[in-house]
């Protein structure tokens, strides 16, 4: 826990106030702090964080191209597809998962690189992963670096305010970050280029990754249905990329207490399972902070999860070797209690509505 309290970045206004409560910056200060984090100019400590906020940029044009030159329902419901499911449904499958979680195992390399490489490369797994354990460990709470109760802005600038893995960590404390990331093979720097670029991820390599994927993925798309399909899906993956930053915010009742009985179970912090993340990416929030570990979190029978199912597919097959399944678990640790405490307090209500009954027949 000590570790996770400092491996980020703090920003300039902190995580905690005087008292020990959530630091709620104002909105020019969230602002200030995101221009100030993208300047590579000032510090070329800020290059990963530039890069992610570019490659929005750089998929821009590709998002105005496919609306007003090949605009057409068909690419359209191609591109909501794209980017609604299958980006939001891969994010959820290797990113949160597998590097964040290791809730499953690939048999081998190449189902590892396939899985990684099924959509374009727009999130860096640094940024997304080692925050992620911090989310988990201080959920709602200071520290944590999308806490829905700094606001919208708190959450959406998140990535480059609050994500980035602390600069000034000892090389103890940066093998345990390289450890966190080990299982991903994502290649790391070592010490001493970290102290040069301040991340994970070296400049160069993740750079040249991110060409080749953008490269390999346009040209497919482009033989496939020619530039009409390749801008569509591209530009819808650049929709996607803006909205998912959206989502921890959403997913925590925008700050406010929004759990229902016997639909979130989890009470140890905000998180909520909303309908529309769960059927569309398997992001069934709150069973997902029940069980974080879990390779599925759609436990009841209408909570479609699409990442579990190719997670599953992919062990039929042979190309993951285990998982962890924590529906069985939900389901005697939390669902069978609540439904048998609900049938017992009905029972007393009988009880006491049939004393009332006849009290009043004996007056």
Not at 172 to 183: I, P, Q, S, T
Request: hydrophobic share 40%; net charge positive; glycine share 8%.
């Amino acid at each position: 826990m000590p570790f996770l309290n400092s491996v980020l970045e703090p920003p300039s206004y902190g995580w905690k106030d005087e008292f020990g409560n959530l630091e709620k910056p104002s909105s020019n200060q969230i602002l200030k702090e995101f221009f100030s984090r993208l300047n590579i100019f000032r510090n070329k400590k800020n290059w990963l964080s530039f890069m992610s906020w570019m490659m929005i940029v750089a998929l821009a044009p590709f998002l105005f191209l496919f609306i007003f030159k090949y605009f057409t329902f068909k690419l359209l419901i191609v591109a909501f597809v794209y980017s609604m499911i299958i980006m939001g449904t891969h994010g959820t499958i290797w990113h949160h998962r597998y590097c964040t979680h290791g809730a499953y195992k690939f048999r081998n390399k190449f189902w590892r690189f396939f899985t990684q490489n099924l959509t374009l490369k727009i999130i860096p797994e640094e940024i997304y992963a080692i925050s992620h354990h911090v989310h988990h460990a201080l959920s709602d709470q200071p520290g944590d670096p999308y806490n829905a109760s700094g606001g919208f802005l708190y959450c959406f600038l998140a990535d480059v305010n609050h994500q980035p893995i602390a600069r000034n960590m000892t090389e103890k404390d940066y093998g345990r970050c390289v450890g966190l990331m080990k299982h991903t093979g994502v290649k790391t720097n070592t010490y001493t280029q970290y102290k040069t670029w301040g991340t994970l991820a070296n400049p160069v390599q993740t750079i040249l990754s991110v060409f080749l994927s953008w490269g390999l993925w346009f040209a497919a798309f482009y033989l496939i249905g020619g530039p009409g399909l390749a801008c569509a899906i591209f530009g819808a993956a650049g929709f996607w990329a803006v909205g998912v930053r959206t989502f921890n915010y959403e997913g925590h009742g925008k700050g406010k207490d929004k759990r229902r009985d016997g639909v979130d179970f989890n009470r140890d912090d905000m998180s909520i399972n909303q309908v529309w993340p769960g059927y569309v990416a398997g992001e069934w929030h709150n069973n997902h902070h029940l069980y974080p570990n879990s390779a599925r979190s759609g436990f009841k029978p209408y909570q479609l999860d699409i990442a579990w199912c190719y997670i599953k597919f992919l062990s039929l097959i042979g190309a993951v070797s285990s998982y962890r399944d924590s529906k069985k678990q939900f389901y005697r640790e939390y669902y069978h209690a609540h439904k048998t405490g609900e049938a017992f307090g009905e029972g007393i209500e009988a009880c006491e509505m049939q004393d009332h009954v006849l009290e009043t027949e004996t007056v």
